[in-house]
């Protein structure tokens, strides 16, 4: 069984700067893609940043220049460091993670999410 757990979501003024993570634990060979997602009231969940596990990112447009995704594999965590945050990146945020089984089977898995707002 593997679990993705968030943390690192409150409330922040806007102009602030919040860091989220996610972890990986179970029984896995490794986490390969790793990635952020967000949804906000009303709105279709969308890609914020994704991380290969060769570091190789890909950003959405309208968080360019401001957030930037990093993993640290020893610890099989993905972090999303958010700077300039605006009212509109209010919404709950996902991680996502291709996992790797032992079998090398790559299987999609989401967390829980964790609420992100931006106050005017």
């Known amino acids: 069984q593997v679990q993705l757990v968030e943390s690192g979501g409150g409330l922040v003024q806007t102009g602030g700067s919040l860091r989220l993570s996610c972890a990986a634990s179970g029984s896995f060979f490794r986490p390969d893609a790793m990635g952020w997602y967000r949804q906000a009231p009303g709105k279709q969940r969308e890609l914020v940043a994704k991380?290969?596990?060769?570091?190789?990112?890909t950003y959405a447009d309208s968080v360019k220049g401001r957030f930037t995704i990093s993993r640290a594999n020893a610890k099989n965590t993905v972090y999303l460091q958010m700077n300039s945050l605006k009212a509109e990146d209010t919404a709950v945020y996902y991680c996502n993670a291709e996992i790797l089984d032992y079998r090398l089977s790559l299987d999609d898995y989401w967390g829980q999410g964790t609420q992100v707002t931006v106050s005017s």
């Open positions: 991380i290969t596990s060769r570091n190789s990112t």
